[in-house]
């Protein structure tokens, strides 16, 4: 039958050595769990700060008089600049600018359709650049879209669209002075509203060469070219059609 004797300790210093062990642990765990630079405000705000007092990120129900859960700041040249972080809305911008002027990735839900917005902001009233990615422009459609509101869109590269087609078709004339069409075909020009530009690739435009180029019969699939030479030599027609 166990006695109070059995629950004595092995020794006369085992005791001492478990309890300094068990003060040690708390001591690193206290450690491990302490954040060096950071305060709990009292309107509940949870802000990581350096040891100069510079605010580095601050976690809030509010910032900017905007709902936001995370906001960042760095001081360049005596000015705020800051990110803002709020459920599908990411905003930048300087400390006491107005909303408009912030740039801006939100996500939006508009029943029909997935906006995704990218903004750069504005400057007092000038007109901001924005650029607006649909997912669907309406029920059933299939349709992505990519608006941009600005004054200049540059674009470093090769610029391809569906709504855009482009080539080159060698056209030889049945007789002089007499219009040749071909037909062109194979095209898949996205919009309803299409066009078609011919121009001839010659240094002899009028008199004794080409005298007239054109196009009818413009579909997305594909329209018709048409020629007038002054004599029967193969003429390379540069041609774009264009959808809207």
Excluded: C
Excluded at 92 to 119: H, K, N, P, T, W
Excluded at 176 to 198: E, H, K, Q
């Amino acid at each position: 039958m166990p006695t109070p004797a059995h629950q004595l300790p092995g020794g006369p210093t085992d005791l001492n050595r478990r309890v300094a062990a068990l003060e040690r642990e708390l001591r690193e765990l206290r450690a491990a769990r302490r954040a060096r630079h950071t305060s709990l405000d009292v309107d509940g705000a949870l802000r990581l700060v350096d040891a100069q007092g510079n605010v580095l990120t601050e976690m809030t129900s509010s910032f900017g008089g905007s709902r936001a859960a995370v906001a960042a700041y760095e001081e360049r040249s005596e000015r705020q600049f800051y990110a803002a972080l709020a459920a599908g809305d990411l905003a930048f911008g300087i400390e006491g600018m107005r909303r408009q002027d912030e740039g801006r990735v939100a996500f939006a839900d508009l029943g029909d359709r997935l906006e995704l917005y990218l903004s750069s902001g504005s400057r007092e009233s000038a007109a901001s650049s924005l650029m607006v990615m649909y997912s669907g422009t309406a029920p059933g459609s299939g349709d992505s879209l990519i608006d941009l509101v600005t004054d200049k869109v540059a674009v470093g590269g090769v610029l391809t669209a569906g709504s855009i087609a482009v080539g080159t078709t060698t056209v030889t004339p049945s007789a002089a002075n007499i219009p040749t069409s071909f037909m062109v075909t194979g095209l898949n020009v996205r919009g309803s509203n299409l066009r078609a530009y011919v121009t001839a690739a010659t240094a002899v435009p009028g008199g004794a060469g080409v005298t007239g180029v054109g196009a009818t019969n413009v579909t997305s699939g594909g329209f018709t070219l048409w020629v007038t030479r002054a004599n029967t030599t193969a003429t390379a027609l540069y041609w774009m059609v264009i959808g809207q």
